[in-house]
């Protein structure tokens, strides 16, 4: 069973960084394209950032582009999202998604991704 396994996340005042992973059995991840999305307290899912399998194609949301980094390494079958210069607004669940690449790169509707993670917390602190 494919299975996506989110961690890094936790609580973090305002300005910290967090370092999120998604790690992966599915064999072909190189395969796919990956996203991750967050969803906060009573607010719609929301794209956060996408990278293509080849890692060559990423596209961000404004709200998280020049403080967010979305990154992958196939060997190891993990991908990444480095936060930085964190905001309160950033609070949320965040969820690693695949796409396989054979759909097409790279969408921000969450509607166009086939497999989830469980989602990890990040909470930041004014």
């Known amino acids: 069973q494919v299975q996506l396994v989110e961690s890094g996340g936790g609580l973090v005042q305002a300005g910290g960084s967090l370092s999120l992973s998604c790690a992966t059995s599915?064999?072909?991840?190189?395969?796919?394209?990956m996203g991750w999305f967050r969803q906060a307290p009573g607010k719609e899912q929301e794209f956060v950032a996408v990278i293509s399998w080849s890692g060559s194609i990423t596209y961000y949301a404004d709200s998280v582009q020049g403080r967010f980094t979305i990154s992958r390494d196939n060997a190891k079958n993990t991908l990444s999202l480095q936060m930085n210069s964190l905001k309160p607004e950033d609070t949320a669940v965040y969820y690693c998604a695949a796409r396989p690449s054979y759909r097409g790169c790279c969408p921000r509707d969450s509607r166009m991704y086939e497999l989830w993670g469980q989602g990890t917390q990040v909470t930041v602190s004014s």
């Open positions: 599915v064999l072909t991840f190189s395969s796919y394209a």
